[in-house]
């Protein structure tokens, strides 16, 4: 039976990014169901599939997986050979450890850059909060790259990449300067084909929700 997986804009939605690249990562086929945000039945609608109405949900059949990280770990479990978390217990902890840092961190960064898939801010100021943030995300960049060899965060593609991939696209948006090697890592990410077909779909959606836009500097 083919997976379906329920997103929301694919301009404004990190959270669905997220889970639509590990999906990918698996290469098993799936389905999207795509329910646009700012309506008024919006919650209505994503609890059709979600209880939480929120987006993303995976649904396998009768099984209905909500939330991110969770859908990470039932793709990793249905698909082993995938390997979506490392194979080396150290590492997967470790792994676990910096996607749950993303997942239930770094307030000051999502708050100071909103995520805008197709959208070009340059020159937003960056509070002091939001930049201790941008260093902690490029330090976990650096010293998992260097442990592990590279390219990706542990080696191969997989879950984490998937968690800070939202990052880097915001990274892009609001042009923040990064280190070289910080730099390189967005430019890996970025240039995937499944982030540019992301890019593309953002491109094409014509809604624009104000409250999802960056304020005027």
Known sequence: MELTLVIANKNYSSWSLRAWLMLKQTGAPFRELQVPLGQPDTPALIRRHSPSALAPALLDGDLTVWDSLAIGEYLHEKFPAAQLWPQAPAERARARSLSAEMHAGFSALRQ????????HYPGRPVSAECRANIERVCAIWRECRERSG??????????ADAMYAPVALRFRTYDIALAPEA????????RQDAIQDWLRAAREE????????????
């Open 112 to 119: 100071n850059l909103p995520f805008n898939a197709r959208g």
């Open 150 to 159: 590279g390219p990706f965060l542990f080696g191969h593609s997989g879950i």
């Open 183 to 190: 730099e390189d890592y967005v430019a890996l990410l970025t």
């Open 206 to 217: 014509s809604a624009r929700i104000e409250k999802y836009e960056p304020a005027p500097l």
